[in-house]
């Protein structure tokens, strides 16, 4: 397991790709039909665009497989790990995570809401210079944190439901 990706808290931390694609109409939409016709479904999704390209963020229900359809298809695409925290009251919830991780002298590189709220609440995908720390953090302000099996746990359920 690649470091970083268990905290030291909690289980796996949420796999993102970032996926680098031609500033061509119609890739992005390429990309969710290859992904929806393997049955990886996207929970979250950003896009930063640029003149000649665009980078993709996007988190799965199941990264394993996400990483293989990409590989075989010769998409280039980087990978890295997220703090994800649930929010319980978006913008109160949302402030507070802000105002300790600028106590605790941490830079936040990026960060984006998820599309899912398995708990029925929001959650926020964060990237910051020390996920470790951050996470530390967050779970020292009693935050509720989420890991990968969190995120893909749904789907294994309607999964293991349907074959029963």
Not at 30 to 51: K, M, P, Y
Not at 53 to 66: C, G, K, Y
Request: proline share 2%; aromatic share 6%.
């Amino acid at each position: 397991m690649p470091t970083g990706a268990k905290s030291k808290t909690g289980g796996e931390r949420v796999r993102q790709f970032g996926v680098f694609l031609e500033n061509k109409v119609g890739r992005l939409l390429e990309l969710i039909r290859l992904l929806d016709s393997h049955n990886v479904h996207i929970l979250g999704l950003s896009v930063v665009d640029t003149a000649d390209s665009a980078i993709v963020r996007l988190v799965t229900d199941d990264p394993d497989r996400a990483g293989k359809i990409l590989r075989e298809q010769g998409i280039a695409y980087s990978e890295c790990r997220l703090v994800t925290v649930e929010l319980q009251s978006s913008s109160e919830d949302l402030r507070k995570v802000f105002v300790a991780l600028i106590e605790a002298e941490l830079n936040v590189r990026f960060t984006y809401p998820l599309l899912t709220r398995p708990h029925g609440n929001a959650v926020l995908a964060i990237y910051c210079d020390d996920n470790d720390f951050a996470t530390e953090v967050l779970t020292r302000h009693q935050f509720r944190l989420l890991y990968q099996e969190d995120l893909s746990r749904e789907d294994k359920l309607r999964i293991a439901a349907f074959s029963s």
